[in-house]
């Protein structure tokens, strides 16, 4: 089945030490997004990919970075997590131009930070 | 710009009983609507969605959502409630730059 697959699906990290997030997908399709999701909250837009075009978000915190080696792989590197990145990670991709902007949802990544 | 404001972060029903989570719209051009759930720990699932073909659409599980431009409104219903249907609900309009605008989603407490 064609999927997004994220790893790993629990992450736990010291703060203020680097961690990279990682996504894949099967459905080759063109955008692929990051979003951060707290505790009772929708998802919160970090960046996405329209092919290799990386589009940030204006209130996304330098600490967030992303790359897109491929079409099929994302990840996302935090710099230095702090306490207030413990959060659902979640990746989701669309096919672009005429989807009407529906997007695919991974299972998520949660992150403690210690 | 596009908006999505859903009514009641919490509805609680009774197991058989009707189901209504409520999701009104601002959008300065014809909208795309979806509904999407989310259990525990888990990423988001589409429910169903509007794309401006048919006003009252069908989705998995047994949900629907009919859109009213009169009202602005895309509520999700489902005629019975099951203890599995117990998530958190998201309505999103689809915004510009391949971007969605989720509301705040509404937790859906079913008791048996």
């Known amino acids: 089945d064609a999927m997004v697959i994220q790893n790993p699906r629990y992450q736990v990290t010291q703060f203020g030490k680097p961690v990279t997030l990682s996504c894949s997908q099967t459905l080759n399709h063109n955008v692929m997004y990051w979003y951060q999701q707290k505790s009772s909250q929708a998802p919160k837009l970090l960046f996405h990919?329209?092919?290799?075009?990386?589009?940030n978000e204006a209130d996304t915190p330098d600490n967030f970075q992303s790359r897109r080696p491929n079409t099929s792989f994302c990840f996302l590197d935090i710099r230095s997590p702090g306490l207030g990145d413990a959060a659902m990670y979640l990746c989701a991709t669309s096919p672009g131009e005429g989807s009407y902007n529906e997007q695919f949802f991974g299972p998520g990544t949660r992150l403690t930070v210690l | 710009a596009q908006s999505v404001t859903q009514l009641g972060s919490h509805v609680s029903v009774s197991e058989g009983a009707l189901v209504l989570l409520r999701c009104n719209y601002s959008s300065s051009v014809p909208p795309y609507l979806f509904w999407y759930v989310q259990y525990p720990n888990q990423g988001l699932q589409l429910l169903l969605k509007y794309t401006s073909a048919a006003t009252l659409v069908k989705g998995i599980n047994g949900f629907e959502a009919e859109f009213k431009k009169s009202e602005t409104s895309f509520h999700l219903t489902k005629p019975s409630a099951h203890m599995s249907d117990a998530a958190e609900y998201f309505c999103?309009?689809?915004?510009?730059?391949?971007?969605?605008?989720f509301g705040t989603g509404t937790r859906l407490l079913v008791s048996p």
């Open positions: 990919y329209y092919d290799k075009d990386f589009n």
């Open positions: 999103a309009v689809s915004g510009g730059f391949q971007k969605l605008v």
